[in-house]
């Protein structure tokens, strides 16, 4: 900031005024913007020392010329105005306002020049944080010139963001970015941060758009997934993770969970779980009970039973509950495997802290029965007629078991 301002600084030093020699002996009369010889030496010292950055040895001499009393005010302007490049340069930017703001208050400098130096006291007041001043100051200085530059603009708008004049910082990033083909990337920040505080989503949104294609960082794919999700544009948001997912732009848990939520949010549950067993597989996704049953349910959504149950099972493992076991012994029931859903059920009955107790017990009991375990399911039914959920499925499974014993029998 400092570097930059410096150089533009210098545009407001002695040699881009007026001057003219009065010779070896001051004139009493001064004729436009004079400057006596003995003073121009000086200051032409100074502008050597400064060249060659020696600031400490070029604010001797000016201080030692301050303290002269034969000096006309054109002379004083351009005394104060060296001082402020100095400290400028010096990165002194309290006493740099100081000078300046001494040199504009003599009031002897060329309109030319009290207009530069009047933007460069702008921006040293967004140095110095003094950002009402910054607003003034820069304000001002933009009605004075007949085409300000699209980079100065952009400088209004900042002070105007400081101050929280929304709108007024608006207007001037809007006029910054549209005086040049290619904005820069600050510029279209500030746009989008602008609008941000304005709540205009629909504005941050197409700002977004331009800062994924022309830069392609990641915060501006999420915030463009984010900001179309907060439109009810789930769409548009999910296409938009879809597309930073292949450019792997999400690696953490949140961000990858982020787009398994939108895929099952939009009916599209292998996505789903295809994402979730490479980030489980890969330590990008932490394994816990709730991602491995998110895996699970995905799977069931996708009429994947087989795949479902083993992520199922490593999830009931984590639970303090049994429920997750009754629902993989629903899956190996679903496929007519009786053993493992036999098994299952153990697990859960084990655990305990059922919603259903009675109804692990009917569905334990049936699969007895299919497995052709008679009287392990005459015992598990009679365990289950002591739960109101499941006596009567149970009492109907008896007499079912009966039959089938009393036709084997025969």
């Known amino acids: ?59 001797k001499v000016m201080n030692s ?25 010096m990165e002194n930017i309290p006493q740099a306002i100081k000078s300046f703001e001494k040199c ?13 130096l009047q933007f460069s006291l702008g921006q040293l007041y967004m140095a110095n944080s003094q950002f009402k001043k910054a607003v003034r100051a820069l304000n001002d200085w933009i009605g004075k010139v007949k085409n300000p530059s699209p980079s100065a603009k952009y400088l209004l708008a900042m002070a105007y963001t400081q101050t929280k004049r929304w709108k007024k910082a608006l207007y001037w990033v809007r006029q910054a970015i549209t005086g040049v083909r290619r904005p820069k990337e600050s510029w279209l920040q500030l746009a989008l941060s602008i609008r941000y505080e304005l709540k205009q989503y629909k504005d941050m ?69 295809h994402i979730l067993e490479k980030g489980l597989k890969q330590g990008a996704i932490k394994r816990s009970e709730q991602t491995l049953t998110m895996l699970g349910n995905s799977w069931m959504r996708a009429r994947e039973f087989k795949l479902a149950a083993r992520p199922l099972g490593e999830a009931a493992k984590f639970s303090k509950k049994g429920d997750l076991w009754v629902r993989v012994a629903q899956i190996h029931m679903e496929r007519e495997h009786w053993a493992p859903a036999i098994s299952a059920l153990q697990n859960a009955l084990k655990k305990g802290n059922l919603t259903s107790p009675g109804n692990a017990l009917l569905f334990s009991g049936i699969c007895h029965f299919n497995a052709g375990k008679y009287s392990a399911a005459k015992k598990t039914f009679q365990n289950a007629l002591k739960h109101k959920s499941s006596r009567r499925s ?15 029998s025969r």
């Open 1 to 59: 900031m400092i570097g930059r301002m410096a150089k533009i600084l210098a545009l407001a030093l002695l040699f881009s005024t007026t001057a003219t020699w009065a010779g070896e002996k001051r004139e009493e009369k001064r004729v436009g913007y004079s400057v006596t010889k003995w003073a121009y030496k000086r200051l032409g010292e100074a502008h050597e020392l400064i060249d060659s950055r020696k600031y400490k040895e070029a604010l």
């Open 205 to 273: 949104a197409r700002i977004l758009e331009q800062l994924v294609a022309r830069f392609s960082k990641k915060a501006y794919w999420m915030q463009l997934s984010a900001i179309n999700t907060e439109l009810k544009q789930e769409k548009r948001a999910l296409a938009v993770l879809e597309l930073a997912y292949m450019q792997n732009m999400l690696t953490s848990h949140s961000e990858l969970m982020n787009l398994v939520s939108l895929y099952l949010h939009r009916g599209i549950p292998q996505k789903a779980a």
């Open 104 to 116: 504009l208050a003599v009031g002897a400098l060329p309109e030319g020049s009290k207009v530069e």
């Open 394 to 408: 149970a009492e109907q499974w008896l007499k079912t078991l009966a039959l089938k014993v009393k036709a084997k």
């Open 65 to 89: 010329m301050k303290s002269r009393t034969k000096l006309n005010d054109h002379e004083r302007t351009l005394i104060w105005q060296t001082l402020g490049y100095i400290y400028a340069n």
